[in-house]
């Protein structure tokens, strides 16, 4: 799969699909795109945002899951302990819920932009929901 693009108000990443690590993961998400969903602040993860998505289910397991994603390693949860979500880490994060620590499925993982990450953050806590899309990267 060819690199990604997630936009996040006028903020614009690419993104790589990790396919070897989470082959499930990457192949169900690709099949959503263009992806358009509201992006806020984590609740117990440290400096991440997240999507919520409820009782949604993209029809895979955990693989590749990890606790503490670095600043753009993007998660897939896909329900259990928790709703299912997508983590979207912008500094230092524990991929946590209200019933404790969780893991995803690192299936993402931005690899230009990185240094706009910081203010995703600041959007999402000084000014609430932000608009978020993931989408082929036009070449």
Do not use: H, W
């Given at each position: 799969?060819?690199?990604l693009?997630?936009?996040?108000?006028?903020?614009?990443?690419?993104?790589?699909?990790?396919?070897?690590s989470a082959p499930e993961t990457t192949r169900a998400f690709s099949e959503l795109l263009p992806y358009?969903?509201?992006?806020i602040q984590a609740r117990w993860s440290g400096e991440s945002a997240w999507i919520p998505l409820g009782e949604f289910k993209l029809g895979v397991g955990f693989e590749n899951h990890l606790s503490y994603p670095a600043p753009g390693q993007i998660l897939f949860y896909p329900g259990g302990y928790s709703e299912t979500e997508i983590?979207?880490?912008?500094?230092?994060?524990?991929?946590?819920?209200?019933?404790?620590q969780l893991a995803g499925n690192h299936f993402l993982t931005i690899v230009e932009g990185i240094e706009q990450l910081p203010e995703v953050g600041r959007r999402v806590v000084w000014h609430g929901a932000q608009d978020i899309e993931f989408a082929a990267r036009e070449s």
């Open positions: 799969m060819g690199p693009q997630i936009t996040v108000g006028d903020l614009v990443f690419t993104a790589r699909f990790e396919e070897e358009r969903q509201k992006l983590l979207f880490p912008y500094g230092p994060s524990c991929f946590a819920s209200k019933m404790g």
